[in-house]
T-cell receptor, first 113, second 113 residues
Framework: NAGVTQTPKFQVLKTGQSMTLQCAQD?????MSWYRQDPGMGLRLIHY???????DQGEVPNGYNVSRSTTEDFPLRLLSAAPSQTSVYFC????????????FGSGTRLTVV | SQQGEEDPQALSIQEGENATMNCSYK?????LQWYRQNSGRGLVHLIL?????REKHSGRLRVTLDTSKKSSSLLITASRAADTASYFC?????????????FGKGTMLLVSP
């Protein structure tokens, strides 16, 4: 099992550019989430999905879009990149409400200049 | 907003010693989870304790939960240099029937040989 796969691992964007961070899992997990990690801030939830076709906002959703057309994929779109979106982004998944813990991807380090 | 707050922010010990990290949170939870993050890597799930449990063990890990004090502790016994990492607690409150994790800012553990 590959687990949770994130691409790319590193990305540099110019202010105003858009891009999509990819996340795929092969564990048939229903729940998927996107977090950003900033120094001294821990991880903050951006968006999450409880199944294909169902998404909702987390703590810091502004500037980001998500969609969930399949169980496996949960891409995160930056609409118009800003320096404040410089961060490390993590995708995570869990089977559901069974209290089994989350599996995290290895992260995407994004720099917006 | 941050739900969990870890204490201490940083901890430095010698190999073979025990390491104790504490986590406090603010609202009711369904479960509390601990994760490890090695530098530059994704988070790895260590252990989950449900709100109706008081103590749980997994190998060299021991977790306690006191829901009356809204606090948890993670004990790593007989620490090894490979335990050097950041440790995060995360609360899972099942708000609106969905599972979303809220992380603390983490404790950086340094285990010296």
């Amino acid at each position: 099992n590959a687990g949770v796969t994130q691409t790319p691992k590193f990305q540099v964007l110019k202010t105003g550019q858009s891009m999509t961070l990819q996340c795929a899992q092969d564990m048939n997990h229903e729940y998927m989430s996107w977090y950003r990690q900033d120094p001294g801030m821990g991880l903050r939830l951006i968006h999450y999905s409880v199944g294909a076709g169902i998404t909702d906002q987390g703590e810091v959703p502004n500037g980001y879009n998500v969609s969930r057309s399949t169980t496996e994929d949960f891409p995160l779109r930056l609409l118009s990149a800003a320096p404040s979106q410089t961060s490390v982004y993590f995708c995570a998944s869990t089977p559901g409400l069974g209290g089994l813990g989350y599996t995290f991807g290895s992260g995407t380090r994004l720099t917006v200049v | 907003s941050q739900q969990g707050e870890e204490d201490p922010q940083a901890l430095s010990i010698q190999e073979g010693e025990n390491a104790t990290m504490n986590c406090s949170y603010k609202t009711s939870i369904n479960n509390l989870q601990w994760y490890r993050q090695n530098s530059g890597r994704g988070l790895v799930h260590l252990i989950l304790i449900r709100s109706n449990e008081r103590e749980k063990h997994s190998g060299r890990l021991r977790v306690t939960l006191d829901t009356s004090k809204k606090s948890s502790s993670l004990l790593i016994t007989a620490s090894r240099a490979a335990d050097t990492a950041s440790y995060f607690c995360a609360t899972d409150a099942w708000d609106s029937g969905y599972s979303t994790l809220t992380f603390g800012k983490g404790t950086m553990l340094l285990v010296s040989p």
